[in-house]
Protein backbone atom coordinates (compact mmCIF):
# COMPACT_ATOMS: atom_id res chain seq x y z
CA UNK A 1 0.00 0.00 0.00
CA UNK A 2 2.65 2.45 1.21
CA UNK A 3 4.49 1.50 -2.38
CA UNK A 4 1.48 2.87 -4.22
CA UNK A 5 1.13 5.60 -2.68
CA UNK A 6 5.13 6.53 -2.76
CA UNK A 7 5.35 5.46 -6.43
CA UNK A 8 3.27 8.94 -7.80
CA UNK A 9 5.37 11.24 -5.56
CA UNK A 10 8.60 9.47 -6.85
CA UNK A 11 7.28 10.06 -10.44
CA UNK A 12 6.29 13.73 -9.45
CA UNK A 13 9.60 14.32 -7.94
CA UNK A 14 11.66 12.86 -10.90
CA UNK A 15 9.29 14.66 -13.16
CA UNK A 16 9.62 17.80 -11.87
CA UNK A 17 13.73 17.38 -11.54
CA UNK A 18 13.97 16.79 -15.13
CA UNK A 19 11.85 20.19 -15.70
CA UNK A 20 14.48 22.30 -13.60
CA UNK A 21 17.28 21.10 -14.29
CA UNK A 22 16.26 21.75 -18.29
CA UNK A 23 14.82 25.20 -17.82
CA UNK A 24 16.65 27.62 -19.64
CA UNK A 25 16.02 31.53 -20.55
CA UNK A 26 14.27 31.31 -23.59
CA UNK A 27 14.03 35.33 -23.47
CA UNK A 28 17.12 35.40 -25.62
CA UNK A 29 18.55 35.31 -28.97
CA UNK A 30 20.77 32.11 -29.92
CA UNK A 31 22.05 33.98 -32.76
CA UNK A 32 23.63 37.35 -30.80
CA UNK A 33 25.04 35.79 -27.91
CA UNK A 34 26.89 37.58 -25.08
CA UNK A 35 25.97 37.25 -21.28
CA UNK A 36 23.53 40.08 -21.31
CA UNK A 37 20.98 40.99 -24.08
CA UNK A 38 18.95 44.22 -24.77
CA UNK A 39 15.73 43.41 -25.64
CA UNK A 40 14.00 46.75 -26.43
CA UNK A 41 14.05 50.75 -24.90
CA UNK A 42 11.36 53.37 -24.66
CA UNK A 43 11.99 56.85 -23.78
CA UNK A 44 10.05 57.60 -20.28
CA UNK A 45 10.80 61.51 -19.84
CA UNK A 46 12.34 63.76 -22.48
CA UNK A 47 11.95 67.60 -21.18
CA UNK A 48 13.87 69.88 -21.62
CA UNK A 49 15.84 69.54 -17.72
CA UNK A 50 15.45 66.18 -17.96
CA UNK A 51 15.55 62.97 -20.04
CA UNK A 52 14.91 58.94 -19.24
CA UNK A 53 15.50 56.27 -21.47
CA UNK A 54 14.52 52.33 -19.68
CA UNK A 55 16.75 49.86 -21.43
CA UNK A 56 14.46 46.28 -20.78
CA UNK A 57 17.10 43.58 -20.53
CA UNK A 58 17.45 39.17 -20.29
CA UNK A 59 20.98 37.67 -18.41
CA UNK A 60 22.32 34.91 -18.51
CA UNK A 61 23.76 34.86 -15.34
CA UNK A 62 23.89 37.00 -12.16
CA UNK A 63 26.55 39.50 -13.26
CA UNK A 64 26.05 43.09 -13.44
CA UNK A 65 25.91 45.20 -16.24
CA UNK A 66 28.23 47.88 -15.40
CA UNK A 67 28.73 49.90 -18.56
CA UNK A 68 31.28 52.72 -18.28
CA UNK A 69 29.97 55.89 -18.50
CA UNK A 70 31.77 59.19 -20.91
CA UNK A 71 30.23 62.89 -21.52
CA UNK A 72 32.06 63.59 -24.87
CA UNK A 73 31.95 67.16 -26.05
CA UNK A 74 29.62 66.84 -29.29
CA UNK A 75 32.78 67.72 -31.96
CA UNK A 76 34.48 64.27 -29.97
CA UNK A 77 35.11 61.62 -32.21
CA UNK A 78 32.42 58.66 -32.08
CA UNK A 79 32.68 54.92 -33.09
CA UNK A 80 31.75 54.06 -36.40
CA UNK A 81 32.53 50.93 -38.03
CA UNK A 82 36.46 49.93 -36.78
CA UNK A 83 37.02 53.99 -36.81
CA UNK A 84 36.09 57.28 -34.99
CA UNK A 85 34.58 60.01 -36.81
CA UNK A 86 32.69 63.20 -36.21
CA UNK A 87 29.19 62.77 -35.54
CA UNK A 88 27.06 65.91 -36.31
CA UNK A 89 23.62 64.72 -35.57
CA UNK A 90 24.14 63.72 -31.94
CA UNK A 91 24.01 67.13 -30.46
CA UNK A 92 26.54 69.58 -28.64
CA UNK A 93 26.90 67.08 -25.36
CA UNK A 94 26.86 62.87 -26.16
CA UNK A 95 27.03 60.48 -23.63
CA UNK A 96 28.66 57.53 -24.46
CA UNK A 97 27.83 53.59 -22.70
CA UNK A 98 30.08 50.97 -23.29
CA UNK A 99 28.65 47.29 -22.30
CA UNK A 100 31.08 44.34 -22.61
CA UNK A 101 29.25 40.46 -23.63
CA UNK A 102 25.92 42.58 -24.28
CA UNK A 103 24.19 42.36 -27.64
CA UNK A 104 21.15 44.10 -28.46
CA UNK A 105 18.00 41.85 -29.51
CA UNK A 106 16.82 42.62 -33.34
CA UNK A 107 13.76 44.05 -32.14
CA UNK A 108 15.81 46.63 -29.88
CA UNK A 109 17.76 47.62 -32.84
CA UNK A 110 15.24 48.68 -35.28
CA UNK A 111 13.47 50.28 -32.47
CA UNK A 112 16.02 52.27 -31.98
CA UNK A 113 17.01 52.97 -35.54
CA UNK A 114 13.08 54.08 -35.94
CA UNK A 115 13.80 56.56 -32.45
CA UNK A 116 16.97 58.18 -33.93
CA UNK A 117 14.82 58.87 -37.19
CA UNK A 118 11.61 59.88 -35.60
CA UNK A 119 13.70 62.48 -33.13
CA UNK A 120 15.77 63.72 -36.14
CA UNK A 121 12.91 64.70 -38.49
CA UNK A 122 10.64 65.74 -35.36
CA UNK A 123 9.19 69.00 -36.42
CA UNK A 124 9.64 70.72 -32.93
CA UNK A 125 12.75 70.06 -31.84
CA UNK A 126 13.08 72.51 -28.41
CA UNK A 127 12.29 71.83 -25.01
CA UNK A 128 13.94 68.46 -24.97
CA UNK A 129 16.99 67.09 -23.54
CA UNK A 130 17.37 64.18 -25.68
CA UNK A 131 17.92 65.13 -29.52
CA UNK A 132 19.72 61.56 -30.67
CA UNK A 133 20.58 57.90 -30.07
CA UNK A 134 23.12 55.43 -31.58
CA UNK A 135 23.98 52.04 -31.32
CA UNK A 136 28.34 51.19 -32.32
CA UNK A 137 29.74 48.82 -32.41
CA UNK A 138 34.11 49.72 -31.61
CA UNK A 139 36.72 47.20 -32.97
CA UNK A 140 36.29 44.33 -30.24
CA UNK A 141 34.15 41.47 -30.54
CA UNK A 142 32.74 41.83 -26.96
CA UNK A 143 31.83 45.49 -26.91
CA UNK A 144 29.00 47.77 -27.84
CA UNK A 145 27.90 51.12 -26.93
CA UNK A 146 25.18 53.43 -26.97
CA UNK A 147 25.30 56.83 -27.65
CA UNK A 148 22.83 59.43 -26.50
CA UNK A 149 23.39 63.05 -27.70
CA UNK A 150 22.08 66.35 -25.75
CA UNK A 151 21.64 69.37 -26.21
CA UNK A 152 22.48 70.84 -22.88
CA UNK A 153 25.76 69.58 -20.87
CA UNK A 154 23.79 66.48 -18.47
CA UNK A 155 24.44 64.92 -15.24
CA UNK A 156 23.89 60.99 -15.66
CA UNK A 157 22.81 58.69 -13.57
CA UNK A 158 22.69 54.54 -14.24
CA UNK A 159 19.80 53.23 -12.05
CA UNK A 160 20.10 49.35 -12.42
CA UNK A 161 17.36 46.35 -11.75
CA UNK A 162 17.51 42.82 -12.33
CA UNK A 163 15.82 43.33 -15.78
CA UNK A 164 16.08 47.03 -16.64
CA UNK A 165 18.53 49.36 -16.81
CA UNK A 166 17.15 53.23 -16.69
CA UNK A 167 19.74 56.15 -18.33
CA UNK A 168 18.41 59.10 -16.16
CA UNK A 169 19.64 62.39 -17.95
CA UNK A 170 19.30 65.65 -15.70
CA UNK A 171 20.33 68.98 -17.30
CA UNK A 172 23.68 70.43 -15.65
CA UNK A 173 22.63 73.71 -13.22
CA UNK A 174 25.75 76.10 -14.22
CA UNK B 1 93.57 47.81 8.36
CA UNK B 2 89.21 47.69 8.54
CA UNK B 3 89.25 49.85 5.27
CA UNK B 4 91.23 46.95 3.43
CA UNK B 5 88.71 44.86 4.82
CA UNK B 6 85.80 46.69 3.97
CA UNK B 7 87.10 47.15 0.27
CA UNK B 8 87.41 43.61 -0.25
CA UNK B 9 84.02 42.68 1.39
CA UNK B 10 82.89 45.28 -1.02
CA UNK B 11 84.58 44.26 -3.78
CA UNK B 12 83.12 40.34 -3.82
CA UNK B 13 79.79 42.12 -3.71
CA UNK B 14 80.16 44.01 -6.83
CA UNK B 15 81.46 40.69 -8.06
CA UNK B 16 78.41 38.42 -7.05
CA UNK B 17 76.23 41.69 -8.57
CA UNK B 18 78.27 41.22 -11.70
CA UNK B 19 77.29 37.87 -12.43
CA UNK B 20 74.08 37.02 -11.18
CA UNK B 21 73.38 40.31 -13.64
CA UNK B 22 75.92 38.05 -16.70
CA UNK B 23 73.60 35.30 -16.26
CA UNK B 24 70.09 36.85 -16.68
CA UNK B 25 71.27 38.66 -19.46
CA UNK B 26 72.53 35.29 -21.24
CA UNK B 27 69.83 33.39 -20.09
CA UNK B 28 67.26 36.09 -21.55
CA UNK B 29 69.40 36.21 -25.17
CA UNK B 30 70.67 32.92 -24.94
CA UNK B 31 66.77 31.65 -25.81
CA UNK B 32 65.17 31.65 -29.76
CA UNK B 33 62.88 30.03 -32.32
CA UNK B 34 63.51 26.78 -33.65
CA UNK B 35 62.40 26.39 -36.86
CA UNK B 36 58.40 25.86 -37.42
CA UNK B 37 57.39 24.75 -40.38
CA UNK B 38 54.07 26.56 -41.60
CA UNK B 39 50.59 23.98 -40.87
CA UNK B 40 48.03 23.98 -43.51
CA UNK B 41 46.24 26.89 -43.56
CA UNK B 42 43.04 27.19 -45.94
CA UNK B 43 42.73 29.92 -48.08
CA UNK B 44 39.84 32.70 -47.68
CA UNK B 45 38.20 31.85 -50.70
CA UNK B 46 37.61 28.40 -49.39
CA UNK B 47 34.99 30.39 -47.33
CA UNK B 48 33.85 33.81 -48.76
CA UNK B 49 33.97 35.45 -52.26
CA UNK B 50 33.51 38.34 -50.10
CA UNK B 51 36.29 41.57 -50.14
CA UNK B 52 36.60 43.45 -47.28
CA UNK B 53 34.30 47.23 -47.66
CA UNK B 54 37.97 49.23 -47.96
CA UNK B 55 41.49 48.97 -48.29
CA UNK B 56 42.60 48.24 -44.56
CA UNK B 57 45.24 49.92 -42.28
CA UNK B 58 48.50 48.02 -42.22
CA UNK B 59 48.99 46.24 -38.30
CA UNK B 60 52.53 46.77 -38.08
CA UNK B 61 54.37 45.04 -35.59
CA UNK B 62 52.77 43.33 -32.76
CA UNK B 63 53.55 41.59 -29.70
CA UNK B 64 50.92 38.67 -28.95
CA UNK B 65 48.73 36.43 -30.06
CA UNK B 66 45.27 37.31 -28.80
CA UNK B 67 42.69 34.25 -28.50
CA UNK B 68 38.71 34.33 -28.76
CA UNK B 69 36.10 32.70 -28.68
CA UNK B 70 33.04 33.02 -31.63
CA UNK B 71 30.19 33.05 -28.68
CA UNK B 72 28.07 31.29 -30.72
CA UNK B 73 27.84 27.13 -29.92
CA UNK B 74 29.70 25.08 -32.64
CA UNK B 75 30.70 21.63 -32.23
CA UNK B 76 30.42 20.39 -35.95
CA UNK B 77 33.46 18.66 -37.47
CA UNK B 78 32.34 18.86 -41.53
CA UNK B 79 34.50 21.43 -43.66
CA UNK B 80 30.92 23.03 -45.25
CA UNK B 81 29.67 23.41 -41.95
CA UNK B 82 33.11 25.66 -40.41
CA UNK B 83 33.12 27.34 -43.74
CA UNK B 84 29.39 28.42 -43.15
CA UNK B 85 29.79 29.72 -40.32
CA UNK B 86 32.67 31.73 -40.76
CA UNK B 87 31.32 33.12 -43.39
CA UNK B 88 27.84 34.15 -40.93
CA UNK B 89 30.44 35.50 -38.49
CA UNK B 90 31.91 37.84 -41.33
CA UNK B 91 28.31 39.06 -42.78
CA UNK B 92 27.38 39.74 -39.15
CA UNK B 93 30.37 41.69 -38.58
CA UNK B 94 30.31 42.97 -41.93
CA UNK B 95 26.54 44.44 -41.67
CA UNK B 96 25.16 44.03 -38.53
CA UNK B 97 28.78 45.68 -36.70
CA UNK B 98 29.56 48.15 -40.00
CA UNK B 99 33.34 46.30 -39.36
CA UNK B 100 35.01 46.08 -42.93
CA UNK B 101 35.53 43.01 -42.79
CA UNK B 102 35.55 39.26 -40.43
CA UNK B 103 37.24 40.75 -37.17
CA UNK B 104 39.87 38.19 -36.95
CA UNK B 105 43.02 36.60 -38.44
CA UNK B 106 42.59 33.14 -38.55
CA UNK B 107 39.65 30.64 -37.39
CA UNK B 108 39.97 27.54 -35.96
CA UNK B 109 37.44 24.79 -36.09
CA UNK B 110 36.50 21.70 -33.31
CA UNK B 111 38.10 19.33 -36.45
CA UNK B 112 41.64 21.58 -35.81
CA UNK B 113 41.44 22.98 -39.64
CA UNK B 114 42.97 26.38 -39.23
CA UNK B 115 40.91 29.29 -41.78
CA UNK B 116 42.54 32.44 -42.90
CA UNK B 117 40.43 35.84 -42.34
CA UNK B 118 41.16 39.05 -42.82
CA UNK B 119 45.32 39.17 -44.16
CA UNK B 120 47.33 39.15 -41.41
CA UNK B 121 49.09 42.36 -42.29
CA UNK B 122 46.36 44.06 -41.40
CA UNK B 123 45.07 45.60 -38.49
CA UNK B 124 42.28 43.53 -36.53
CA UNK B 125 38.89 44.39 -35.04
CA UNK B 126 38.87 41.80 -31.90
CA UNK B 127 40.94 43.26 -29.39
CA UNK B 128 40.04 47.56 -28.53
CA UNK B 129 43.29 49.05 -28.27
CA UNK B 130 45.20 45.78 -29.47
CA UNK B 131 44.33 45.28 -32.78
CA UNK B 132 48.13 45.54 -34.05
CA UNK B 133 48.37 41.93 -32.28
CA UNK B 134 47.29 38.92 -34.40
CA UNK B 135 43.74 37.48 -33.33
CA UNK B 136 42.64 34.15 -33.58
CA UNK B 137 39.32 32.81 -33.27
CA UNK B 138 38.26 29.12 -31.91
CA UNK B 139 34.67 28.64 -33.26
CA UNK B 140 32.09 27.43 -30.23
CA UNK B 141 31.19 29.16 -27.27
CA UNK B 142 33.60 27.93 -24.33
CA UNK B 143 31.63 29.52 -21.59
CA UNK B 144 28.31 28.37 -21.82
CA UNK B 145 25.86 30.97 -21.97
CA UNK B 146 22.09 31.03 -21.57
CA UNK B 147 21.73 27.22 -20.65
CA UNK B 148 22.70 25.97 -23.57
CA UNK B 149 25.99 24.53 -22.73
CA UNK B 150 29.76 25.02 -23.39
CA UNK B 151 31.91 23.65 -26.45
CA UNK B 152 34.84 21.98 -25.18
CA UNK B 153 38.63 22.18 -26.54
CA UNK B 154 38.94 19.32 -28.98
CA UNK B 155 42.41 17.63 -29.33
CA UNK B 156 42.20 18.44 -32.86
CA UNK B 157 41.85 22.38 -32.09
CA UNK B 158 44.39 22.57 -29.62
CA UNK B 159 46.77 20.73 -31.78
CA UNK B 160 46.31 23.18 -34.23
CA UNK B 161 46.57 25.91 -31.59
CA UNK B 162 49.74 24.94 -31.09
CA UNK B 163 51.12 24.71 -34.71
CA UNK B 164 49.58 28.14 -35.47
CA UNK B 165 51.07 29.81 -32.20
CA UNK B 166 54.44 28.13 -32.94
CA UNK B 167 54.87 29.28 -36.28
CA UNK B 168 53.63 32.93 -35.81
CA UNK B 169 56.05 32.83 -32.94
CA UNK B 170 58.98 31.25 -34.94
CA UNK B 171 58.03 33.63 -38.28
CA UNK B 172 57.36 37.00 -36.27
CA UNK B 173 60.37 35.99 -33.37
CA UNK B 174 57.46 36.71 -30.90
CA UNK B 175 58.60 36.81 -26.84
CA UNK B 176 57.53 33.20 -24.64
CA UNK B 177 55.09 35.40 -23.04
CA UNK B 178 53.06 36.17 -26.16
CA UNK B 179 49.85 34.12 -26.06
CA UNK B 180 47.12 36.33 -24.48
CA UNK B 181 43.58 35.85 -23.64
CA UNK B 182 40.99 38.75 -25.19
CA UNK B 183 39.66 39.14 -21.16
CA UNK B 184 43.26 40.06 -20.41
CA UNK B 185 43.02 43.29 -22.10
CA UNK B 186 39.04 43.33 -21.36
CA UNK B 187 36.35 42.73 -19.05
CA UNK B 188 35.14 40.29 -20.68
CA UNK B 189 34.18 36.60 -20.13
CA UNK B 190 35.62 35.37 -23.84
CA UNK B 191 37.59 33.40 -24.57
CA UNK B 192 35.32 31.50 -22.25
CA UNK B 193 36.23 29.23 -19.21
CA UNK B 194 37.04 26.32 -20.92
CA UNK B 195 39.53 27.89 -23.28
CA UNK B 196 41.61 30.05 -20.70
CA UNK B 197 43.37 28.20 -18.97
CA UNK B 198 44.14 25.90 -22.08
CA UNK B 199 45.95 29.22 -23.15
CA UNK B 200 47.92 29.52 -19.86
CA UNK B 201 48.16 26.32 -18.50
CA UNK B 202 49.54 24.33 -21.87
CA UNK B 203 49.66 26.24 -24.57
CA UNK B 204 52.52 28.85 -23.44
CA UNK B 205 54.11 25.84 -21.66
CA UNK B 206 53.90 23.55 -24.95
CA UNK B 207 55.07 26.35 -26.83
CA UNK B 208 58.32 26.97 -24.55
CA UNK B 209 59.43 23.52 -25.86
CA UNK B 210 59.91 25.23 -29.11
CA UNK B 211 62.58 27.52 -28.07
CA UNK B 212 66.41 26.71 -28.18
CA UNK B 213 69.16 27.85 -26.59
CA UNK B 214 71.66 29.17 -28.17
Known sequence: MKKIIMLPIVICVA?????????????????????????SHKITNNSEDYAEIQLDLTHSSKDKLKPTIKVLKGDDLVYFGEKKVKDDTLGNYIIELTFTDTWIQKNGKNQME??????????????????????AYPPDDAMMVLYFGVSEEPEVNIEEDSDYIKVKLNKKIK | MLNKKLTKKMLLVFCIVCTLVALEVSAFAAT????????????????????????????????????????????????ADAAAEIKKIQDYHMDNKNWDDIAYH????????????????????????????????NLGDYEGVWGIGANSVTTASYNAMVSLSRYLGYRDSL???FVKNHNDFADTACPGRNMEAWIYDSLAGNLSQSMKKN
Open chain 2, 106 to 137: YIIDPAGRIWTGRADTKMGAHTSGYNNNIGIV
Open chain 1, 114 to 135: KLSKDLQTAEDKSNRLLNNVKI
Open chain 1, 15 to 39: LASIYFINATNTDFEKDLGGKHQIK
Open chain 2, 175 to 177: DLT
Open chain 2, 32 to 79: SWQYQPKPTILSRSSWTTRAPKTVLDNRGAGTYLIFHHTGWKFSSTSQ
